[in-house]
């Protein structure tokens, strides 16, 4: 079945980017979503890009797409305090699979003063 | 614009309690999906509305879940004998196309 990874935890200082890694298995994704949760809450839409693309810019979020080694970023650019929150990766799978979404672990997101 | 709302947002029940949740989605958005999430874990899919005809079910979802969407606006996600192992965040998403957009979930402790 499919699959996504990511990494637990990454910790930056203020001011610095982070870079947030994701890779999935499933390569007939058409959408591939970031979502952030903050501590009790629900997800938030950040951003996603098509299959089709192989970057996405944001303000802020620049979303990477490597289809080839099934592989997608998201950087933050000048990090701040509010941005600490979990990171979740998701795939969405096709009508056939009623456009559910396939979620990594989340990555924890520390933002250091 | 009102986003997709959940209610309750936290419930604490005894062990083979039945409970309720209930869901209003984003009010032009067709597709309704309800999603759990356990500690340190992504949410996982349970269940998927279009309009009022439910399409797929997960697995996850046993004889103990019933879900329903009886006008195609609101949702209900039904928890027969609740299970220690039923504590988790139940998460409600809408869409109209395919951008999904969550709730705030409501957090189930069953002790």
């Known amino acids: 079945g499919e699959d996504v990874e990511q990494s637990l935890f990454l910790s930056v200082r203020e001011g610095d980017s982070s870079v947030i890694n994701c890779t999935y298995t499933?390569?007939?994704?058409?959408?591939l979503y970031w979502y952030k949760q903050e501590p009790g809450a629900g997800l938030q839409l950040l951003t996603y890009?098509?299959?089709?693309?192989d970057m996405k810019q944001d303000q802020r979020l620049t979303v990477l797409l490597n289809k080839k080694d099934k592989h997608l970023s998201l950087r933050i650019a000048d990090t701040q305090t509010g941005d600490s929150a979990i990171y979740f990766c998701a795939l969405q799978l096709g009508l056939d699979s009623s456009y559910k979404l396939i979620f990594g672990s989340g990555t924890r997101l520390l933002v250091r003063p | 614009d009102t986003g997709v709302s959940q209610n309750p947002r936290h419930k604490i029940t005894k062990r083979g309690q039945n409970v309720t949740f209930r869901c209003d989605p984003i009010s032009e958005h067709n597709r309704l999906y309800w999603y759990r999430q356990t500690l340190g874990q992504g949410p996982e899919f349970l269940t998927y509305?279009?309009?009022?005809?439910?399409?797929?079910k997960s697995r996850l979802l046993s004889d103990r879940f019933s879900a329903e969407r009886p006008k195609g606006s609101f949702s209900t996600l039904e928890i027969q004998r609740t299970e220690q192992g039923d504590s988790a965040m139940y998460l409600c998403a809408s869409s109209q196309e395919q951008t999904q957009y969550f709730g705030p979930g409501t957090r189930l402790l069953v002790l």
């Open positions: 890009i098509f299959s089709n693309m």
């Open positions: 499933d390569s007939s994704s058409t959408y």
């Open positions: 509305f279009q309009n009022e005809a439910q399409l797929e």
